[in-house]
């Protein structure tokens, strides 16, 4: 059955930047991200309900409760700039940004707490997913940057930083914790984030003016990570680390296929092999 839970885990994580994508049409990216992180946060205290983890909170110390808040910012900071870039850029391409959080996270992984551990293979790696994300993001003609592209690529690219961070922080000082528990507690942050950003600029009002459609996707894409958690914490219960993680980054291949029949977004020869050198990279590094 984790085989099942860890597809489940990828399919759903795939899917939520095409229902956020077709959520921000025509709403503010943080007025999105605000109204979906409390889909989100929802979902995360079931997840801690189920489990029973909740009578734990007393026992965790300050160190880690630090650590969650600051993770929780960066994890806010990440969600706010993905949207951000989903709502000015093509699926595909913001996707496979995104994605190359992994380089980040892996060198800083390599030179903040010495993981050198089958080095070779890490930076064969990411260096596969440097090269794929750049033949991604790639126009039809070679070129990969005018005008129109730098606002969705720096957000994009911001993205990936803040969700690296968010892993740093977490190997840094999130001990002592359980995983669905700490979870929760740092969608908190999120959560407060997401609508100190939105008062701040004044898009409040909006609220009340979104689009029903647009508000369906949206929680759509809240419930649709939520899901994503579940399996993916059900999977690694049940079936062997080496192998769930793996199937989980899967998700960039839902991602583009769905782009392909809700938005028409091809892929070029380019962008094909990208997506396959960003695939063989991150499975090299976690099998």
């Given at each position: 059955?984790?085989?099942?839970?860890?597809?489940?885990?990828?399919?759903?994580?795939?899917?939520?930047?095409?229902?956020?994508k077709?959520?921000?049409?025509?709403?503010?990216?943080?007025?999105?991200?605000?109204?979906?992180?409390?889909?989100?946060?929802?979902?995360?205290?079931?997840?801690?309900?189920?489990?029973g983890?909740?009578?734990?909170?007393?026992?965790?110390?300050?160190?880690?409760?630090?650590?969650?808040?600051?993770?929780?910012?960066?994890?806010?900071?990440?969600?706010?700039?993905?949207?951000?870039?989903?709502?000015l850029?093509?699926?595909?391409?913001?996707a496979?940004?995104?994605?190359?959080?992994?380089?980040?996270?892996?060198?800083?992984?390599?030179?903040?707490?010495?993981?050198?551990?089958?080095?070779?293979?890490?930076?064969?790696?990411?260096?596969?997913?440097?090269?794929?994300?750049?033949?991604?993001?790639?126009?039809?003609?070679?070129?990969?940057?005018?005008?129109?592209?730098?606002?969705?690529?720096?957000?994009?690219?911001?993205?990936a930083?803040?969700?690296?961070?968010?892993?740093?922080?977490?190997?840094?000082?999130?001990?002592?914790?359980?995983?669905?528990?700490?979870?929760?507690?740092?969608?908190?942050?999120?959560?407060?984030?997401?609508?100190?950003?939105?008062?701040?600029?004044?898009?409040?009002?909006?609220?009340?003016?979104?689009?029903?459609?647009?508000?369906?996707?949206?929680?759509?894409?809240?419930?649709?990570?939520?899901?994503?958690?579940?399996?993916?914490?059900?999977?690694?219960q049940e079936?062997?680390?080496s192998a769930?993680?793996?199937?989980?980054?899967?998700?960039?291949?839902?991602?583009?296929?769905?782009?392909?029949?809700?938005?028409?977004?091809?892929?070029?020869?380019?962008?094909?092999?990208?997506?396959t050198?960003?695939?063989?990279?991150?499975?090299?590094?976690?099998?």
């Open positions: 059955m984790w085989i099942g839970y860890a597809l489940g885990s990828a399919f759903f994580a795939g899917i939520v930047a095409i229902l956020a077709i959520g921000i049409r025509n709403t503010s990216s943080n007025v999105a991200t605000a109204i979906r992180t409390v889909v989100v946060l929802i979902v995360a205290w079931l997840m801690v309900l189920v489990v983890s909740a009578g734990t909170l007393s026992s965790v110390s300050t160190r880690t409760l630090l650590f969650l808040a600051l993770s929780g910012l960066a994890t806010g900071a990440s969600w706010l700039c993905y949207f951000r870039a989903l709502q850029g093509p699926v595909n391409k913001v496979a940004v995104d994605k190359s959080s992994l380089i980040l996270t892996v060198l800083l992984g390599i030179i903040v707490f010495g993981e050198t551990t089958n080095l070779l293979t890490k930076l064969l790696g990411i260096t596969a997913i440097g090269i794929g994300t750049y033949l991604m993001i790639q126009h039809a003609n070679g070129t990969v940057l005018d005008s129109a592209d730098r606002t969705w690529l720096i957000y994009a690219a911001l993205s930083v803040f969700a690296s961070l968010t892993a740093v922080l977490a190997k840094a000082g999130i001990t002592g914790i359980e995983s669905n528990l700490g979870t929760a507690l740092r969608t908190c942050v999120v959560l407060m984030m997401a609508w100190v950003v939105v008062f701040v600029a004044g898009e409040q009002s909006q609220v009340r003016g979104i689009p029903r459609r647009d508000l369906i996707f949206i929680c759509l894409s809240g419930v649709a990570t939520g899901a994503s958690w579940l399996c993916f914490y059900r999977a690694l079936g062997p680390v769930v993680i793996p199937i989980d980054k899967l998700s960039i291949l839902v991602t583009v296929a769905f782009a392909f029949v809700v938005f028409g977004e091809r892929l070029t020869r380019r962008g094909a092999v990208g997506l050198l960003i695939v063989a990279g991150t499975l090299a590094m976690v099998l």
